[in-house]
């Protein structure tokens, strides 16, 4: 081994189209059943944005270069 470490790929984030909510898997969305440490990928079908009320597929995956609005 080099003695390099590889680091985790982050967690992408996500954000709702309709109202600019970010998903973020570290946080999760403990209100909706949702526990921090959730990929959104793993969160069930039918969750709903818990601003706006979008359904799932109404959120894009932000890249890893991408400027998230107001951060």
Not at 25 to 50: N, R
Request: glycine content about 12%; overall charge negative; aromatic content about 8%.
């Amino acid at each position: 081994m080099s003695g390099q470490t590889v680091a985790e790929p982050e967690a992408r984030k996500w954000m709702c189209e309709l109202c600019g909510l970010i998903y973020d898997p570290a946080e999760g969305d403990p209100d909706s059943g949702i526990p921090p440490g959730t990929p959104f990928e793993d969160i069930p079908d039918d969750w709903m944005c818990p601003i706006c009320g979008a359904e799932k597929a109404d959120f894009r995956e932000l890249g890893p270069d991408e400027n998230v609005p107001g951060m």
